[in-house]
């Protein structure tokens, strides 16, 4: 069960998300990626939860919430495989493109 958390601050850290969601059920884990270069924040994360259920009621309690001077945006997180995928598409297409034109 992985939810996608946007427009969190620059400044928040795990143990922030941690609480916020554990209003809901039990959480699993907390992922706050960061900029390779800067190291930065990238102003989203993953919450891992317990159930459907409270996966469920965290969705619909903290979507559209202000948090830190923030309206939240929060939703089921996708599969980083279909992200994947049509990226490899693209770059299969080009690359024929490119070999038909000689």
Known sequence: MSIYVGNLSYEVKEDDIKGVFAEYGTVKRVQLPTDRETGQLRGFGFVEIGTDAEEAAAIEGLDGAEWMGRDLKVNKA?????????????????????????
């Open 78 to 102: 996708k599969p980083r495989e279909d992200r994947g995928s049509s990226g490899g598409n693209r770059g299969g297409y080009g690359g024929g493109g490119g070999r038909n034109r000689y």
